[in-house]
């Protein structure tokens, strides 16, 4: 079957930084996605990794680890308006996204 | 402003009837998708459509059953509402193919099925 793994909650300092782990099970693999989402709000795509390795993109950067199935999301210099949802969603056999139940952030001043 | 449209933004309906939810893009996008989101659990596809005339079955179809006559829309419909159907439904779309499939949402629509 095909499941995604994510923690639920995570707390975090304003202008510290945070981690977000993601590990998935799928059938096939063609890359994954992380999405941010507002409460009451649609998600927006942050970021796309497809190869192993880090993709830096200003203060978010999201690495991939093919061979175990794994994925974080790491948030620099947090700001109070980064309290949201993140959202990991790896691509299947069918370029079908499979989501994560998301990781909700909560940023403390 | 290019984007993805969604009508209604929210609905309260009585158990047992019809009700179609609206989604427009602008974009020119091939696929566009209809998700369902509820506490605690990921967004579920619900139908997806590759391409205009074309429509496929997501993970949580039953219930449901959209149409795509043409690019820019693609209605969902519920046929007979029950209060399972209480949710989050977001319409999505992309250029789909190849492995790069970014996705755009609508804003979603609420709705409460009583």
């Not at chain 1, 059938?27 to 989402?37: I, M, P, R």
């Not at chain 1, 978010?60 to 969603?89: H, I, N, T, V, W």
């Not at chain 2, 696929?31 to 369902?36: G, K, L």
């Amino acid at each position: 079957g095909q499941n995604i793994d994510q923690p639920t909650e995570m707390t975090a300092t304003e202008g510290a930084i945070v981690q977000i782990n993601c590990t998935y099970q799928t059938s096939g693999f063609n890359g994954l996605f992380w999405y941010q989402q507002h409460a009451g709000e649609a998600p927006t795509f942050l970021s796309y990794n497809v190869l192993d390795g880090l993709e830096e993109k200003g203060r978010f950067s999201s690495f991939l680890s093919r061979s175990k199935g794994y994925s974080y999301l790491l948030l620099k210099e947090l700001q109070m308006k980064d309290s949201a949802s993140y959202l990991c969603a790896p691509l299947d056999s069918n370029y079908q996204l499979i989501w994560g139940a998301g990781t909700k952030l909560i940023i403390k001043p | 402003i290019a984007g993805i449209t969604q009508a209604p933004t929210s609905q309260i309906l009585a158990a047992g009837r019809r009700m179609t939810l609206r989604c427009t893009q602008d974009m020119r996008h091939n696929a566009m998708y209809w998700y369902r989101q509820d506490l605690g659990l990921g967004l579920r596809l619900i139908h997806y459509s590759n391409t205009a005339g074309t429509t496929g079955k997501g993970e949580v179809p039953d219930g449901y059953s959209v149409s795509r006559a043409n690019t820019d829309d693609f209605p969902l419909t519920l046929a007979s509402a029950v209060p399972s159907q209480t949710s989050v439904y977001f319409c999505a779309s992309s250029n789909g193919g190849g492995s790069y499939n970014e996705q755009f949402f609508g804003p979603g629509t609420r709705l409460t099925v009583l």
